[in-house]
């Protein structure tokens, strides 16, 4: 991006256990700063895998033989407890490409019988998802350096779609989401510290009292509800003995933290759009046996500096590239945390849908059939339309389905005195109305 742009983004999909507590970062020329006062590296759930998602028979994930969650004993609401500590033995390094943090996620394609949608998608609550330009080409050069792998003139008749396994049941804490067993957790944990050939030295617990949306009202608990809930792990820390801590949660993502900063060579750095490439491409070498992918490729968004496995079949990529990648977050050009995340993990295969294509979803754009968290007026006309592009929406605890959306950026207001562009993200599903319910609320206010 050249000097004189700026872009500011406010997403909706922001959950509060990705923002890191890091310094500032000190930057002239980044392609991405946050409004409100946020780090650019604080506001977006990280997500990547550690494996591909093949076709082989069968849809659930299970990790360990049994992946149920069982309370603990203690009926203390405890937040936080050291459990025994434990040293784990590194693997001799010819035998770590059979070691995974995932499991392969796989499923038998279903075509027949699918059940129907609904569109409903939560924002969060960090404000509007809009982007801040003060350039006129501000927005081109935003969605070039997304390189998604979805393209136009893609003739898909059909995508994927997944239940998201979490949304059902939320704890007193925010953002925390549990699908996942105590021993997964530590499992993934002591596969991931293989992987990066670090020794753990002790193993921290986090509690919290669970309760199953569905088993409450309109969504609500009672305080019944609350007195009664069961008490849950939703997270296991692995300290290492470098400094290095490996946090994994109960929906399946990771956050690796570097307490002691790893520093990038000096050819290296993070400052500009071309820099921030090649440095990813250099950490995604760097890290390679951690992410264990094929075909990496990279791209920048929301202020991270994201590689996912492109895999030459085009679903598969728009699969990776919305639902399972890696970012990499840095102060002066140093590495302090990476994210790791594979919504596979929390999902369950609910069918390939027929979907609509672009200019149908742009159609229905203009007659006000969208879902947005900015405040909206008046119609949306052709020359209001910068960009479209299609994704899954992938918060874990905002969204019951995983599926796909064309999302829109639309110039609403424009100020040439100031010379600031700025554009709201709108979405329309892609999925086919005869799947969808509720179209009637697609108004421009649903949120």
């Not at 997500?47 to 203690?74: C, F, Q, R, W, Y």
Request: charged share 20%; aromatic share 10%; proline share 4%.
């Amino acid at each position: 991006m050249k000097n004189n742009e700026k872009l500011l983004l406010t997403l909706g999909e922001t959950e509060d256990k990705h923002i890191p507590d890091i310094p500032p970062k000190k930057k002239n020329n980044r392609f991405l700063g946050w409004s409100a006062g946020i780090g650019a590296c604080a506001a977006v759930a990280a997500i990547a895998t550690a494996v591909a998602l093949t076709p082989k028979s069968g849809m659930d994930i299970n990790l360990t033989g049994d992946s149920s969650i069982n309370p603990p004993e203690s009926e203390q609401h405890e937040l936080s407890e050291i459990t025994s500590s434990t040293t784990t033995e590194q693997a001799p390094s010819d035998t770590l490409t059979d070691v995974h943090i995932y499991p392969y996620f796989s499923y038998e394609t279903k075509t027949e019988d699918l059940q129907v949608l609904s569109p409903a998608v939560s924002f969060g609550a960090t404000g509007f998802e809009e982007l801040e330009f003060d350039s006129e080409n501000g927005i081109n050069n935003y969605i070039d350096n997304l390189n998604n792998p979805w393209t136009e003139d893609m003739e898909l008749s059909s995508l994927p779609v997944f239940k998201n396994k979490v949304y059902d049941g939320w704890t007193s804490g925010a953002g925390v989401f549990i699908c996942l067993s105590e021993d997964d957790m530590t499992n993934m944990a002591e596969n991931t510290a293989l992987l990066l050939n670090k020794e753990i030295v002790s193993m921290q617990t986090q509690k919290d009292m669970f309760i199953s949306r569905s088993e409450t009202e309109n969504g609500y608990p009672t305080q019944e509800q609350f007195e009664s809930a069961e008490i849950k792990v939703y997270e296991i820390s692995a300290e290492c003995d470098d400094d290095t801590r490996i946090s994994v949660s109960g929906d399946g993502s990771i956050k690796i933290t570097f307490n002691t900063p790893v520093q990038l060579p000096d050819e290296y750095n993070f400052n500009d759009t071309n820099d921030s490439i090649k440095s990813t491409e250099h950490l995604a070498e760097q890290y390679s046996t951690l992410l264990q992918y094929d075909k990496p490729d990279f791209f920048l968004k929301s202020g991270y500096n994201c590689v996912y496995d492109k895999n030459s079949d085009d679903v598969r990529a728009i699969l990776n590239y919305n639902l399972s990648l890696t970012r990499f977050c840095e102060t002066d050009s140093a590495l302090t945390i990476i994210y790791i995340d594979n919504h596979f993990c929390s999902s369950e295969y609910l069918g390939d849908y027929p979907i609509i294509n672009y200019d149908s979803a742009k159609q229905l754009l203009k007659e006000g059939n969208y879902i947005t968290s900015a405040p909206i007026e008046g119609e949306i006309s052709d020359d209001m339309i910068a960009a479209g592009e299609l994704v899954y929406r992938s918060g874990s605890g905002q969204n019951e389905y995983f599926m796909p959306y064309y999302r829109f950026y639309v110039l609403v207001d424009e100020n040439n005195s100031t010379s600031e562009y700025n554009y709201a993200a709108l979405y329309v599903p892609a999925v086919s109305s005869e799947y969808l319910t509720d179209m009637s609320v697609w108004n421009g206010s649903f949120n």
